[in-house]
């Protein structure tokens, strides 16, 4: 089952920087076990650009939609068993520590 891993940062950080996980050992280790499809850094809050069409017109603005202090900055696309599996693929993630991690499964359409 596919599950998009939203990376996020987080108000209130682990502050013991010895137990966070190293991020280039966790890519690796879930690479090389095929449970990370695809992953990415996104660029800042402020370099995004929100886009919705209402009555018909087109309205682009700068920055996020959302006011908040948590931020998306990354993303992975995880192939897991099941929800358990995933949740411990985000468990070992750096960003469990420091930020938070939202996981949401795919839905096939054609179902």
């Not at 309205?59 to 990354?74: C, H, Q, R, W």
Request: charged share 30%; glycine share 8%.
């Amino acid at each position: 089952m596919k599950y998009m891993m939203f990376v996020c940062t987080d108000t209130e950080p682990e502050t013991d920087e010895a137990r966070i996980p190293d991020i280039h050992g966790w890519v690796a280790e879930n690479d090389a076990a095929g449970r990370r499809v695809q992953g990415s850094v996104l660029g800042s809050a402020a370099a995004a650009t929100t886009v919705r069409v209402r009555g018909g017109e087109l309205l682009v603005s700068d920055g996020p939609f959302a006011e908040t202090k948590e931020v998306i900055v990354g993303f992975d696309i995880l192939e897991c068993a099941d929800l358990d599996e995933a949740i411990e693929v985000a468990r070992a993630h750096p960003m469990a520590w420091t930020g938070r991690i939202e996981l949401r499964p795919f839905v096939d359409l054609d179902d």
